[in-house]
């Protein structure tokens, strides 16, 4: 039997298919992907270094603070001596910010269906976009001040303004963020269920918002924390107070971020040391919600 003579220069069978590839992509091609990449990677250091840095100094100069009685005890009566815990102002930071995730989120992303799905390039739609526009640059104090002026003068000190406050600041984050994730979704899933017979609810529901959702519940996030973190607005709001008050109808209420604010503005070591470690509890906090929204988003990706 004759042996069959394989030319020195072919690819053995064990080799990948990604060497055609390879081989069929030109010398400049491949520096130019190179540097491209090279480039990402730099541009993704460049951005961590300042991140990594804040969350380092934060760490470092309140993370002794933080201790069980941080947790569990009230505000301190007195301000320049140590001790007492950030209990009311952590429950009062989830609180309001439940309130106001709950009012903004549903809000925001029925008007984001409105204005994909049934408005498109109507007159309210182009009206509604002009006005989520115009509140995503209005200063936080602004709508502070447009709470106090509306609420807070009628109704007093009472946590939901602060809600009211922070839900209107998230709430043209999450029309602007749901409506352009929603455009993402490709307009072959809205003709197959069209052509299924179901109604255009049916498919805003069981089609479009489950191909949506990953990317709507990352805005809310982004809404959510920059709502956590605010201050301006809760200052007009909310009032002072140390101890615990979970009802947002009642009474005055506090925040880690006015405490960071108080506590910064004092001049005492222990209040400054209280100012550094609510922050970063709030880190945390924002911290850990996204993660879990991601993980939810996620699981329910892989589900649909």
Do not use: C
């Not at 009566?77 to 007492?84: A, L, M, N």
């Not at 919600?289 to 939810?296: D, E, K, Q, S, Y």
Request: aromatic content about 8%; overall charge positive.
């Amino acid at each position: 039997m004759t042996a069959t003579m394989t030319p020195p220069n072919a690819p053995t069978p064990a080799e990948p298919p990604e060497w055609m590839l390879r081989r069929s992509v030109s010398a400049g091609r491949r520096v130019r992907n190179g540097l491209a990449t090279m480039w990402m990677l730099l541009s993704v250091l460049a951005a961590m270094v300042p991140l990594v840095f804040v969350f380092g100094y934060v760490v470092q100069k309140g993370a002794h603070v933080i201790s069980r009685a941080w947790f569990t005890k009230d505000l301190p009566i007195v301000d320049q001596f140590p001790g007492g815990g950030m209990k009311a102002a952590i429950i009062g930071t989830l609180v309001i910010t439940l309130w106001a995730t709950l009012m903004a989120v549903p809000l925001g992303v029925g008007a984001a269906i409105y204005l994909n799905e049934y408005g498109r390039h109507g007159r309210l739609a182009r009206i509604i976009r002009f006005m989520a526009d115009v509140m995503t640059g209005v200063p936080s104090i602004v709508m502070g001040l447009f709470v106090f002026a509306i609420f807070t003068l009628k109704y007093g000190l009472i946590g939901f303004g602060g809600s009211l406050a922070l839900g209107a600041l998230m709430l043209p984050i999450v029309i602007r963020s749901s409506e352009e994730m929603l455009r993402l979704v490709p307009d072959d899933l809205r003709h197959a269920s069209d052509a299924l017979g179901a109604r255009r609810w049916h498919t805003v529901l069981r089609v479009i918002l489950p191909a949506a959702l990953p990317g709507i519940v990352s805005g809310s996030m982004l809404a959510v924390a920059r709502a956590a973190g605010e201050t301006a607005p809760l200052l007009f709001t909310i009032g002072a107070a140390r101890n615990t008050n979970t009802n947002v109808f009642r009474g005055p209420n506090t925040a880690l971020p006015l405490q960071i604010f108080n506590n910064a503005t004092r001049p005492f070591d222990a209040a400054i040391a209280r100012a550094w470690g609510s922050a970063l509890t709030l880190v945390v906090i924002v911290f850990v919600f996204t993660v879990i929204a991601r993980i939810v988003s996620a699981r329910f990706s892989v589900r649909r």
